[in-house]
């Protein structure tokens, strides 16, 4: 089992939709978990942090969590043409001394 | 600072070369880690310091490769004897403090091996 799972995609979501993408984690020691964006030729970009469990908004984002079920999701309301990328989940066990990635989620948003 | 630096942004060698990578951190992040990122995939881990101590190495880290971080500030990656499979970007990622504020990452190094 990988430690950190996501759907590769790709995700197509029209114009003003919202997006979810979905993470699911095999350690349950992980303390911090991250949503990176990631555009094509670029290097990751952190777009979005959460540590409990619940709902963090920012903006057009929200991250969710819940460690009893080991997911955490990223929503991107009013999604736009600008947010086609693809987005990396990352996680931190917390005993660990690094960032463990996900493979990505590709999001097409089409007009 | 702007952020982290890597240079060179592309690097083609012929296999069998030997490569050297360079990353600046941004300057108060004492924690510096180097990722590999192949096509498709999230970034692997391969090697962190804080400061100068190289403090944990991934079994992705061959002999072939040897990383440094003199005085606690820039670093290098060295791989010697490329192979094809190295072909990948090589991404430096750097943070103060508790992991749990995330990375920031530079642009990346793209290496390919012909």
């Known amino acids: 089992q990988k430690e950190v799972e996501q759907n590769s995609g790709p995700l197509s979501v029209p114009e003003g939709a919202i997006a979810s993408l979905n993470c699911t984690y095999s350690?349950?020691?992980?303390?911090?978990f991250f949503w990176y964006r990631q555009y094509s030729g670029k290097s990751p970009e952190l777009i979005m942090s959460i540590y409990s469990n619940g709902d963090k908004e920012d903006g057009r984002f929200t991250a969710q969590l819940n460690k009893a079920s080991q997911y955490v999701s990223l929503l991107i309301r009013d999604s736009q043409p600008s947010d086609s990328a693809t987005y990396l989940c990352?996680?931190?066990?917390?005993?660990?001394?690094?960032?463990?990635f996900g493979t990505g989620t590709r999001l097409q948003v089409t007009l | 600072d702007t952020g982290v630096s890597q240079n060179p942004r592309h690097k083609i060698t012929k296999r069998g070369q030997n490569v050297t990578f360079r990353c600046d951190p941004i300057s108060e992040h004492n924690r510096l880690y180097w990722y590999r990122q192949t096509l498709g995939q999230g970034p692997e881990f391969l090697t962190y310091f804080q400061n100068e101590a190289q403090l944990e190495k991934s079994r992705l880290l061959s002999d072939r490769f040897s990383a440094e971080r003199p005085k606690g500030s820039f670093s290098t990656l060295e791989i010697q004897r490329t192979e094809q499979g190295d072909s990948a970007m090589y991404l430096c990622a750097s943070t103060q403090g508790p992991l749990g504020y995330g990375y920031t990452f530079g642009s990346g190094t793209r290496l390919t091996v012909v």
């Open positions: 350690d349950r020691g992980s303390q911090s």
């Open positions: 990352a996680v931190d066990t917390g005993t660990a001394s690094k960032l463990t």
